[in-house]
């Protein structure tokens, strides 16, 4: 929470939240020692850029609670961003239900802005920090404003058909399919 409470405040400083921004070594142009090599038809996360890139992605995208569908689209967005796995973002019409309950929790980052949580409730079942949203990006994320970003630590996500694996840590919310390969911030050693 404190690391949270610092990031926000980053925003209120241009000066820090340029440093901030500027703190990553690597930007996708090169890979660290023990980087995975990808094989064909495979993304290394660092190849990806930074600033994180948002990028288009016309696969069936599926979230379920419990076996219920919590929201289904073509018209998902990527953000690929230096060492994590993509995080996918579902437009607001891709939701099945009336499953979103809004929290008090936020999270601020560099890049995107400040998030805002929701937990996922299903029946009497209630998931909490399991979706979260940007409901006013910096504008050069403005293509995610909006957007819903479900943890596939939290519930049962699918690209495809393919059950999507969470990313280490319970900050991080990218999720790791077979196309993927780190290793990923949030590992050891990373």
């Known amino acids: 929470m404190l690391l949270h409470r610092y990031l926000y405040s980053l925003a209120m400083h241009s000066d820090d939240l340029e440093r901030a921004r500027g703190a990553w070594k690597f930007r996708g142009q090169e890979r660290p020692p023990g980087a995975v090599e990808p094989d064909p038809g495979q993304e290394s996360v660092w190849d990806y850029p930074r600033p994180p ?7 069936r995208i599926q979230v379920r609670l419990n076996g219920i569908l919590i929201a289904e689209t073509r018209a998902a967005r990527r953000v690929l961003e230096t060492a994590s796995p993509p995080v996918f973002y579902l437009p607001p019409d891709a939701l099945q239900c009336d499953c979103l309950r809004p929290e008090s929790k936020t999270s601020f980052c560099e890049w995107k802005g400040r998030a805002s949580y929701f937990s996922v409730c299903v029946d009497a079942h209630c998931v ?3 979706a979260w949203t940007y409901a006013d990006p910096f504008p050069e994320y403005a ?5 819903l970003a479900f943890y596939p630590s939290l ?3 699918y690209v495809d058909d393919q059950r ?7 900050y991080y919310g990218g999720w790791v399919t077979d196309e993927i390969v780190g290793p990923f911030k949030g590992e050891l050693d990373t």
């Open 53 to 59: 890139a948002v990028v288009d992605d016309r696969r």
């Open 128 to 130: 909490e920090h399991a």
């Open 143 to 147: 293509a995610i404003k909006g957007y």
């Open 155 to 157: 519930l049962d996500c």
């Open 164 to 170: 999507v694996r969470a990313q280490t840590g319970g």
